[in-house]
């Protein structure tokens, strides 16, 4: 199955999304914040098969995150999720760097879905 990089500010989203993805057979990290995501890209090299991000958060968000995730490394997939409208349409600017932005709250069987859609 795929290594998927989860980063989400709210814990118990967090733990949601990534214990549904391990009963899937991924091997999922998680990171509380997008400096923290960051991090994590960057100590493995850029080798995950999916990064799930949150927009919104504290300190670097989703999409600051993806841009600076996506200058080492290009053929990283980063997929968004949000709540908010407007951070929807922040991501549009994205185009080339994230796969897809998912309406948040999601269901933990949507969620599974869109990740066997772009994770490989």
């Known amino acids: 199955m795929a290594n998927i990089l989860i980063v ?10 990534a214990r549904a993805l391990a009963r ?3 091997v999922v990290e998680t990171a509380d914040d997008g400096e923290a995501g960051l991090a994590r890209i960057v100590d493995r090299s850029g080798r995950y098969d999916l990064v799930v991000s949150d927009i919104r958060m504290p300190a670097m968000d989703g999409i600051a995150m993806a841009k600076a995730a996506a200058r080492t490394y290009p053929d990283l997939k980063i997929m968004l999720v949000t709540g908010y409208a407007e951070q929807r349409e922040r991501a549009a600017e994205l185009d080339g760097i994230i796969v897809d932005v998912v309406q948040k709250p999601f269901t933990l ?12």
């Open 8 to 17: 989400e500010d709210d814990e118990p989203v967090r733990t949601l999304a």
């Open 109 to 120: 069987a949507q969620i599974r879905s869109k990740v066997s859609e772009y994770a490989n």
């Open 24 to 26: 899937d057979g991924h």
